[in-house]
């Protein structure tokens, strides 16, 4: 056994794959010694190939090398243990680039496990015993290994930073808190750190609360979810089964239509054609006589004539057929006009019905417009809105993009100004039309009127026929500061109670006919819901009333 400094030598006993002391060493035929059971699950791996090599030499052998176990370092390997020694540390026990280096090894540095901020030093297992014997070393703060430790450092006093100043924010040695931090609220950085773990504490506390309450909500939305696919799919297939229904009763009502009127068809025909052969027969035995007749007459004598006149048959009845002057040519016309009327009365309850139908399924999806709940969720369908300067009162100045409205000082005169512009009303409609949901804010001063209306409102004529609310083609939210504010269409005022905020919400539902107005806060408080029918695109609206400077803007929505 090679002696070392006085100590066992160890690597030659140690196992290059486990990178610990044999256990049952063998020895392969180049020579390497190997625990036996880290050899054989190496060749384990191998038995597809069917050549083995030496994980150390890559010496290949063929076949399979039989394994003995080598009693002469089996035997070092229990002196060793013997000893007391341990084996000498693996490689990967050793610090890399990316690892904490030990600061007390000598040559070939091991990994630190622990870092004091005391120290302001790594150790390694070894070397870190004597924080825990010593009682010099029993108030040091111990961390996980950190490559930052000079961090912890005042570059200025070149002391450990053990102080936080509440005032400016950053951690601070003492000599700072009596020097250029001096009067500051400063606190042991132990102090800082309990207190903001506290508060760590409550807002996990509260970030999990919420986490548990989104779940609930999720799972629900989900059950809503699965319930609206489940009652979707159940109304599809009922109608479609409802329509099927009827088409194959219309076809089996089709299909005796065409067989009644064939089966008649045919016995008709057959009737006809009855009395045709009948007429046929008739017509021959017709001629037949009006030849023999026409032979008679031609019999010069008296007695002969006489005796010939006897002797012939005489006319049989004639056959009875329809006058064509009495009875109609038209035979199933009027079962046309039969099954016209069942169609006609069909589309009349189709007709009355299907606006039914229509109503119910935007019931449904009014329903589903209704359940928005947060600012988030109205974000979903945020419109990016501009503001058309066609429309706009000459009085009015566009900005930001064309998004603000603001009335101006100086007014331009009225004259020729395109037939596009509001002229009685200080009002301005957007670029964008809006057909399906949208929704959109508007932040505001003074007196505003937030507003959605149809493209062809009038933009000249009398004060109602233009202003926003006064009129079947336009909806408003009229707002003033600190005051009441009022919901208006077609001339009809509806007080709404409360104050609103400086910012209003618009939530549009098209096809469910379906305009609201919010406060726009965490909760989005609903100030006013309007259930209609929408015939037409609408186009948001601003609008002021005039007093010099007041403005209105679509904020950006992101």
Known sequence: ????GGQLHQEPISCSICLDLLKDPVTVPCGHSYC???IKSHWDKEDEKT?????QCR????PRPVLRKNTMLADLVEELKKTGLQAAPADHCYAGSEDVACDFCTGRKLKACKSCLQCLASYCEKHLQPHFELPVFKKHKLVEPSMKLPENVCSRHDEVMKMFCRTDQQSICYLCSVDEHKGHDTVSAAAERTERQRGIKGSRQNIQQ???DSKKVKKLLQQEMEAINRSANKTVGNSEKIFSELIRLMEKRRSDVKQQVRSQQQTEVSRVRELQEKLEQEITELKRKDAELEKLSSIKEDTQFLDKYSSLSRLTASTEFPDAKIRPLTYFEDVTAAVSEVRDKLQDVLTEKWPKIVRTVTEVDALLSQQLRTREEFLKYASPLTLDPCTAHPWIILSNGNRKITTQEYRKPLFFQPLTRFIPTFQVLSRE?????????VEWDALVSI???YKNISRSGSYDECAFGRNEKSWSLDCILNSKHDFRHNNVTTPIPGKTSYKVG???DHKAGILSFYNVDENMTLLHRVETTFTQPLYAGLGLHFSRGDNAELCELK
């Not at 056994?1 to 070392?4: I, L, T």
């Not at 050549?51 to 994980?55: A, D, L, N, V």
């Open 1 to 4: 056994m090679a002696q070392k």
């Open 36 to 38: 036996m059971n880290c």
């Open 51 to 55: 050549i083995y090599s030496c994980p």
């Open 59 to 62: 010496q290949d052998f063929k």
């Open 210 to 212: 919420r986490i548990q």
């Open 433 to 441: 039309s809006l057909t399906g949901r949208s929704y959109w804010e």
């Open 451 to 453: 507003a959605v209306a």
């Open 506 to 508: 618009v939530f549009l």
